[in-house]
């Protein structure tokens, strides 16, 4: 049997990789927050086990990997891995579409967060583009949603 401390570390190293793999130019605005979605997955169906603890340095790693200013990841993540982790008994329940939403404010709070600490290290103001990653991580929640959980029911993670 599978650990699951494997499992869930096997899956934010795979947001990891999916965050700083190359995309053509017309992609890159629209690339989701991989390893954010993958922390609210995990923060909704294991709070015992990820939390924001685990956010912080998952965020520090991104932020190395990114070039981004150290803590920026971390700071942003860790916020919406308290959010989630005090709503995941209301957010569970949902049906997946109203699941869909509460991720897509989730992750609004991230981009708002990177866009403030951002303004504060003297980087220009974003445009409209800034916030389409939140969009399309909205999008892909409900088959990121099952494939987590299916991934977590076949290796019985708990």
Request: glycine share 6%; with cysteine; hydrophobic share 60%.
């Given at each position: 049997?599978?650990?699951a401390?494997?499992?869930?570390?096997?899956?934010?190293?795979?947001?990891?990789?999916?965050?700083?793999?190359?995309?053509?130019?017309?992609?890159?605005s629209?690339?989701?927050?991989?390893t954010?979605?993958?922390?609210?997955?995990w923060c909704?169906?294991?709070?015992?086990?990820?939390?924001?603890?685990v956010?912080?340095?998952?965020g520090?790693l991104?932020?190395?990997l990114?070039?981004?200013l150290?803590?920026?990841h971390?700071?942003a993540?860790?916020?919406?891995a308290?959010l989630t982790l005090?709503?995941?008994?209301?957010?569970?329940?949902?049906?997946?579409?109203q699941?869909?939403?509460?991720?897509?404010?989730?992750?609004?709070v991230?981009?708002l967060?990177?866009?403030?600490?951002?303004g504060?290290?003297?980087?220009?103001?974003?445009?409209?583009?800034?916030w389409?990653p939140?969009?399309t991580?909205?999008a892909?929640?409900?088959?990121?949603?099952?494939g987590?959980?299916a991934?977590?029911?076949?290796?019985q993670?708990?």
């Amino acid at each position: 049997m599978h650990s699951a401390a494997r499992i869930i570390l096997s899956s934010l190293l795979a947001g990891l990789v999916l965050t700083v793999l190359p995309l053509p130019m017309w992609a890159k605005s629209l690339r989701p927050e991989w390893t954010a979605l993958i922390l609210i997955y995990w923060c909704m169906a294991l709070p015992q086990r990820v939390g924001v603890t685990v956010a912080w340095t998952v965020g520090l790693l991104q932020d190395v990997l990114q070039g981004f200013l150290l803590g920026s990841h971390a700071l942003a993540f860790g916020i919406a891995a308290f959010l989630t982790l005090k709503l995941h008994q209301r957010i569970r329940v949902f049906p997946l579409w109203q699941q869909a939403l509460s991720t897509l404010l989730l992750l609004l709070v991230i981009q708002l967060i990177l866009l403030w600490v951002r303004g504060l290290s003297g980087h220009p103001d974003a445009d409209w583009q800034y916030w389409l990653p939140a969009l399309t991580g909205t999008a892909l929640w409900p088959p990121l949603f099952l494939g987590l959980r299916a991934i977590r029911r076949r290796f019985q993670v708990q």
